[in-house]
């Protein structure tokens, strides 16, 4: 039965219908229904661990890897087909375990975020995971409590948040036989409550459903799959030329001979190591970013939230405190500010936990105004009916009562039975600015006149104190903030102009009455939205995309749960709901915004790693590839070896997984890749250091007068240590010296140019070509491949790298 259905049915009947009683359910019932329910909780699928590791041998780069095995195989190269499949299952074996650890770390966290319900099962009370409440319990919540299931209230009364769900500020009164919903927080009081729905059948599992539909694309995907596309064409480009020139000049006449061939362009143009370096990326950004309490609950967006350009943010709990407070107090002629608080702070109580008694005190607390000259009587608490609450004081030996609650009640209090001009254009005004009015006045208790009107208060649920600071963060970055908000457009504008968002709020309800074509030119100009509805917030962000924005969207509440799952990169703030924070790809551990702007810059920092990579290897794809067919035409043998690509792809590949941690700067504008400008910027500099492996081609022969087998460990010897430079080289789009590398990165490149130094030298693996041949290679190597520096610096900023 839906929620909504027990709101009229009688607490006896409800009782009934859910066969449970006032004394709750016993445990061995609670299990039984447990299984017929299910978990109190939003659930995630969990993919078994083998086959998590065997999909790192599915795709687009391992298909082509296992295409390469089996040639290999075919052509009776043992040794390269081992090499190939030893690099397969390496990446595959660094992909899992790094995405392993991340979900650890993770997991680890989500822990913390758990709830606890107090229910009654087996006639007493116990503390229990609210995941595991289930229909017809018992359960006890008072003030700060989460509520976690839909509930109707047996006994007692209650002053509930539900921010969380509908978007509003204010918290509504709900006693004996009211519903309170999944999600919303107890401002005020205490009630035992029935459990009515859990789960998706909670009132808001509509919401459920739309976190469940919502699917952002997979930027790192798409990347993946340009990069292998456009590599993988130029490699058959490539063997189409040099398998046509063999056929036609009778150079090679055997099949497997032009097998051969094709079989090392293909492993040439495979960017072997491309998932395990962007997985690693990834890994090294969610926990750099768990360091600063950010929760990272899906991978991809530590890349994909470098390339955020419009970012979505919930007023209501982010923007705001999600907290009233007194912003203006104007008293009336002949009575001073102080009177006005003074009376107001008599007329309020800490011991009922209403919401705004408390910021009336607090606000008083501050100005330094105290009850000391006074002596309460009597406290009558807030009433929903009459919508004050009253006190009587004694002061100076005389009673005089003091009350404070909604303007219009009040007035009539003071005589005004058609309220007074003077005071209903000040309220008016004040709430043009958004703001809630409280009416404050007294009477002295000797006398039989009316109350007579003090002055009003101003309440406002204000800006966070670093929401400005924040907002002008966002735009230095580059990033256009819009505001969502169920408040009204007036309140909306309020806060807006407050934290600078800007003045172009629209109401969802004046938007919907547009087409198609007009909507989204108005969500895509917009600086904030009003009024809005948890559907809504999730059509808002899916108009943003489909305009060309990568999305980021802020939240707190259930009714953000859609959207936050929908946009690239959702965020949790942290005292969200327990659907926002699955729905979201990132969770803020700590209160207010400033993990925001850390996330963006370490997403950034992130791309910029995956950015060198991709350019070094679309580098040395070129220049591999170019290198071994022009050389075969023109000297009509094999330039470098298939063993000798294996070993590339070791060299170049491998050990350049640690640009994964190399030092880098995050940009002041987002990034978004741009395989065109990529592959053109990174061919520039693929085809000169293809003119230095034929100019090392030359030297060899002509000035060393080195036999072929010589010639093919020399060249692969200044292609392997070009590679190691050319990630020096590139890994700046500034000039290279601007930054020193990272510890790892200058290890690992170390290490290659020693041990490669080494292999030349003693011909451990290839043919040798002595000490000072293997000098030669490295120093020419590094003065060619630095010496491009300018080049580099130009094409960057010409392609916008």
Excluded at 487 to 500: C, N, P, R, T, Y
Excluded at 684 to 699: K, T
Aim: contains cysteine; proline residues 3%; charged residues 25%.
């Amino acid at each position: 039965m839906k929620t909504i259905a027990y709101k009229e049915m009688d607490i006896e009947k409800v009782l009934e219908e859910l066969k449970t009683s006032r004394n709750g359910l016993s445990e061995e019932e609670a299990k039984n229904r447990l299984k017929i329910y299910g978990r109190n909780s939003i659930e995630e699928k969990r993919e078994n661990p083998i086959v998590e590791f065997l999909k790192k041998f599915y795709g687009p780069m391992p298909w082509l890897l296992e295409i390469a095995i089996v040639l290999s195989i075919l052509i009776e190269h043992y040794l390269e087909a081992a090499i190939i499949a030893a690099l397969l299952v390496v990446n595959a074996v660094i992909g899992y375990r790094h995405s392993v650890n991340s979900r650890r770390a993770v997991e680890l966290l989500k822990s913390k975020l758990k709830i606890k319900s107090k229910v009654l099962r087996d006639g007493s009370w116990k503390e229990i995971d609210a995941s595991e409440i289930v229909p017809g319990d018992i359960i006890v919540v008072g003030l700060g409590d989460v509520v976690p299931a839909d509930c109707k209230v047996i006994e007692g009364e209650l002053s509930v948040d539900q921010s969380a769900l509908t978007g509003e500020s204010l918290p509504v009164e709900v006693s004996a036989g009211g519903i309170i919903f999944s999600s919303s927080l107890i401002k005020r009081g205490k009630a035992v409550c029935v459990v009515v729905n859990t789960g998706k059948n909670t009132y808001f599992g509509k919401t459920v459903e739309l976190v469940k539909i919502a699917h952002p694309k997979s930027h790192q995907q798409e990347v993946l799959l340009s990069v292998t596309k456009a590599m993988m064409i130029f490699g058959v480009i490539a063997m189409a030329i040099a398998t046509a020139y063999a056929i036609i000049a009778h150079v090679k006449n055997d099949i497997i001979s032009i097998l051969t061939f094709d079989v090392g362009v293909l492993m040439a143009c495979v960017p072997v190591a491309l998932p395990a370096v962007m997985t690693i990326i990834q890994a090294v950004g969610a926990m750099r970013l768990a360091s600063e309490n950010v929760l990272v609950t899906r991978l991809d967006t530590v890349e994909d939230a470098a390339s955020v350009d419009v970012i979505a943010l919930d007023k209501t709990g982010t923007i705001t405190m999600n907290k009233l407070s007194v912003v203006d107090v104007v008293p009336f002629k002949g009575h001073s500010e102080k009177e006005v608080l003074e009376a107001a702070l008599i007329a309020s109580s800490e011991e009922g936990g209403d919401a705004i008694d408390q910021t009336v005190i607090d606000y008083a607390q501050k100005k330094g105004i105290s009850r000391n000259n006074y002596t309460v009587v009597k406290f009558i608490p807030f009433d929903p009916a009459l919508k004050r609450a009253e006190a009587i004081a004694k002061i100076d030996g005389r009673e005089v009562r003091f009350t404070k609650g909604a303007p219009q009640v009040i007035l009539q209090l003071c005589g005004y039975e058609n309220g007074s001009k003077e005071i209903e254009e000040k309220i008016r005004e004040m709430s043009e600015k958004g703001y809630r009015t409280l009416l404050v006045a007294r009477k002295d208790e000797s006398s039989d006149g009316k109350y007579e009107p003090l002055g009003i208060m101003a309440l406002a649920d204000p800006p966070r104190p670093d929401s400005m600071k924040l907002i002008e963060e966002l735009k230095s970055l580059q990033i256009r903030p819009k505001m969502i908000t169920g408040d009204s457009v007036l309140i909306a504008k309020q806060i807006a102009k407050e934290v600078g968002i800007g003045d172009k709020i629209f109401s969802m309800g004046e938007i919907k009455g547009k087409n198609e074509d007009e909507m989204k030119k108005i969500i895509e100009e917009a600086d904030g939205f009003a009024e809005v509805y948890p559907e809504d917030k999730y059509t808002i962000v899916k108009t943003l995309q489909e305009n060309g924005h990568i999305v980021g969207m802020t939240g707190d509440g259930v009714n953000d749960a859609p959207a936050l799952k929908q946009a690239e990169v959702g965020i949790a703030v942290s005292n969200a709901s327990d659907a926002a924070k699955a729905a979201a790809s990132l969770v803020l551990l700590e209160p207010g915004l400033k993990g925001i702007v850390e996330a963006i810059k370490v997403s950034r920092q992130s791309y910029q790693r995956a950015l060198t990579w991709v350019i070094n290897k679309t580098i040395k794809v070129l220049q591999y590839v170019m290198l071994m067919t022009v050389g075969f035409i023109l000297f009509k043998y094999d330039i470098i070896t298939l063993f000798g690509v294996a070993l590339i792809l070791f060299a170049n590949d491998f050990t350049t997984i640690s640009i994964a941690t190399d030092n880098v700067i995050s940009t002041i504008n987002p990034n978004k890749w741009n395989v065109k400008n990529i592959t053109l910027s990174s061919s520039v500099i693929g085809i000169l250091l293809f003119i230095e492996g034929m100019l090392g081609i030359f030297i060899a022969r002509d000035y060393f007068h080195f036999s072929l087998s010589k010639i093919q460990s020399f060249v692969l010897l200044i292609v392997i240590f070009s590679s190691q430079f050319n990630v020096l080289l590139v890994r700046e789009r500034r000039h290279f010296w601007s930054s020193m590398p990272g510890k790892a990165l200058l290890i690992s490149t170390s290490s290659v140019l020693v041990i490669f130094t080494i292999i030349g030298a003693l011909g451990i693996i290839i043919e040798p070509v002595g000490l000072k041949a293997s000098l030669f290679a490295l120093v020419y190597s590094a003065v060619f491949t630095l010496a491009l520096d300018p080049v580099k610096c130009y094409v960057f900023r010409k392609a916008g790298l």
